[in-house]
Structures are given as C-alpha cells and as structure tokens.
C-alpha cells in the first residue's frame, strides 16, 4: 500500500497562535484560575491538553458565548480562536474578568469589515454554519443580518444595499455556488470572500490529489471542526470514492485496507501533529 501524505495540512498559524497563547497565560500565571470560553480550538485532544495544565473549559452544547459568560466569575478569560462578539467583550469586562484575545486576526478581519459595511447600510449575508462560535462572533445583533448555510435560507424581499461574506473555513467551491445563487437573485449584492488561506491551501491540497488514482481519503480531526468536515467534502469533489474522517489512529482497522492500493492522510487545521504522525505508523504497521 502507497501512503502519500497531502503536502498542505495541520495546525494553522490562527490555531498555533491560540495554543501558544494559552499555554504561555497559564505558564506565567500559576496561582490564578485560567478560564477558556468554549473550546478554544475545534480538537478534544488539544482541550485535554489545556485541561491537565489546570485551565478550565466551559462549554455546553447549544449555549451561546454570551451565555456561557454567566459561569465565570474570577480570574483570567481567555476568547478563542473562533472570535466572539463585542457583546462578551463588553459583559467580560463589566464582569472584571482579566481578557487575553486568542482570536484569529482572519476571523477579526472578518468582523471588522462586517461592521463596516452595517454602518455604511448594508444588509448582511453571512454564509457560516449555525450553531458555530465564529458565526455568533460576527453576528452581534439580528439586525440587518441573516446567516445562510445553504440556498433554501436565502431571504426573500427587497434589500437596498446588500453585503455577502462568509465563516473564513468554509468549502471553496460551495461558497462558489451560493455566491452563483445569489448574484443571480440580488445582482445589485457585493461579495467579499473571506475563506482564509489556511483553509483556502489545505483544500486546494486535496483537489490537487484529483490525478493521483487515490482509492482512500483518510481525514484526520475533530467532528466538531467545520474545516476538517469540509476537507472531508473537498476529497468528495475531487471525485475520491471512499473518504474516511477519523479522530485518531484508534479509529483504524486493518480490514478497511483490503484492496487499497494508494491511501492520502491529510489533516485539519486545528489536528495536531502528533495525530498524523500516530495514523502514519498505523498505516505502515498494516
Ligand atoms: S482556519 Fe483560518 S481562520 Fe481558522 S484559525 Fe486557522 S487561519 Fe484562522
């Protein structure tokens, strides 16, 4: 069996970034309570990491940022990679809570520009996926601004001055489509894609794997990520047969390699190295 290892994968700069960051907060603050608000990159093992150095993570599944503020009271908070809005910024500081910012200054730019654009009168079309921290960071407020996942969330009506943009670790080519979609009904709307080019490099390193006769696709990364569940789409795309996303090497087995001639392993942007590493010498044992 042929293992070829996508060129372009792994932790990003944003996500290298955050870690960093919050290793060195508890590193030189050993006394005080370290709180992280949500997981501060999409990988269980990176939060596990965090969490046996003493940090605490607060998460629950459908809470928003803003309310998982009601659950710190002391201590030094640090925001995620993901952004978050100026409404926790605010409710943190009312809170006397000491903030360091692990945001992306992709996912900052972002926000930035929305909020040009709202100030200068533009609807917003936000394409992100719901649920997701970038997408509450860069909401703020309901106002003017409706985020859509896919064409059927499209609003109906007339908007004056329409703004479209986008999560930055969304799939290149959907993001195609729906801006496609879109010229076609609001030929009036402005696009400004925001893709990073973390995202933007990692799955264009999967469609390049088009013309290398791949039978299997191995995706490495948390569930919870969207950049690695789109890299898992891209392999799709670029017309792989068998795609497998797993989270370790613990997910393979040796039968699912039978009649596998040419496997790729890539990885997401917030995977960390020592999980490809694992996958590989799995996949050589076998
Ligand atoms: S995937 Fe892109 S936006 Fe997200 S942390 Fe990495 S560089 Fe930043």
Redesign the pocket.
């Known amino acids: 069996m042929e293992i070829f290892e996508v060129p372009v994968q792994g932790f990003?700069?944003?996500?290298r970034r955050a870690v960093d960051l919050a290793r060195k907060t508890v590193r030189e603050n050993p006394d005080r309570k370290v709180t992280v608000l949500g997981s501060l990159v999409h990988n269980a093992y990176v939060n596990d990491e965090l969490r046996a150095m003493g940090v605490e993570i607060v998460e629950a599944k459908g809470k928003t940022r803003l309310d998982l503020l009601d659950d710190v009271d002391d201590g030094i908070l640090i925001f995620t990679?993901h952004g978050v809005s100026d409404k926790v910024r605010e409710k943190a500081k009312a809170k006397g809570l000491e903030c360091i910012d692990a945001s992306?200054p992709?996912?900052l730019s972002t926000q930035s520009l929305i909020k040009k654009k709202r100030a200068e009168g533009y609807t917003i079309f936000y394409i992100g996926k719901k649920g997701h921290p970038e997408a509450e960071g860069a909401r703020e407020s309901e106002e003017n601004f409706f985020l859509i996942e896919k064409k059927e969330d499209l609003p109906e009506g007339a908007f004056e001055k329409i703004f479209v943009t986008n999560q930055?670790?969304m799939s290149v080519l959907d993001l195609e489509d729906l801006f496609d979609e879109i010229r076609a009904r609001y030929p009036h709307a402005e696009f400004c894609s925001e893709i990073?080019?973390?995202?933007r490099l990692r799955q264009q390193a999967v469609m390049d794997l088009q013309d290398k006769s791949i039978d299997l696709l191995i995706v490495i990364g948390d569930p919870q990520s969207n950049?690695t569940r789109k890299l898992s789409l891209t392999g799709k795309k670029a017309g792989i047969e068998r795609i497998l996303q797993i989270e370790s090497s613990d997910d393979l087995r040796k039968e699912d390699f039978e009649n596998i001639q040419k496997v790729a392993v890539t990885s997401g942007?917030s995977t960390p190295d020592f999980l490809l590493k694992d996958v590989i010498a799995r996949l050589h044992s076998f």
């Open positions: 990003c700069g944003g996500v990679a992306c992709f996912v930055t670790t990073c080019t973390a995202t950049n942007a």
